[in-house]
């Protein structure tokens, strides 16, 4: 993630990069059972897909992602609003 960071904020073309860097950290988080901590990569990871990236496979994993995380953390609304946007991708 650190090596995408860095060029993303000078050449928007790296921001897929980084969103899946980010996408792929807070995966790794939640396989640790790390929710909370999942949770910062992952939602900047969808902001990044929702602003930049035109990436809809890669913004639907970071929203099933996120809604996982949420869900363990007992989150249902906000879990079940972002696995219906990941539906709508």
Same mark, same amino acid.
């Given at each position: 993630?650190?090596?995408?960071?860095?060029?993303?904020?000078?050449?928007?073309?790296?921001?897929?990069?980084? &969103?899946? *860097? !980010?996408? /792929? +950290? #807070?995966?790794? @988080?939640?396989? %640790?059972? =790390?929710?909370?901590? $999942?949770?910062?990569?992952?939602?900047?990871?969808?902001?990044?897909?929702?602003?930049?990236?035109?990436?809809?496979?890669?913004? &639907?994993? *970071? !929203?099933? /992602? +996120? #809604?996982?995380? @949420?869900?363990? %953390?007992? =989150?249902?609304?906000? $879990?079940?609003?972002?696995?219906?946007?990941?539906?709508?991708?």
């Amino acid at each position: 993630m650190r090596i995408h960071r860095a060029p993303a904020t000078s050449d928007a073309r790296r921001l897929p990069q980084l &969103a899946s *860097s !980010l996408n /792929n +950290l #807070g995966w790794r @988080l939640l396989a %640790l059972s =790390r929710f909370e901590d $999942a949770l910062v990569p992952l939602n900047e990871a969808v902001a990044l897909y929702r602003r930049h990236v035109e990436s809809p496979d890669g913004h &639907a994993r *970071s !929203l099933y /992602n +996120l #809604g996982v995380g @949420l869900g363990h %953390l007992r =989150r249902h609304r906000e $879990a079940r609003a972002a696995e219906r946007e990941a539906r709508r991708l």
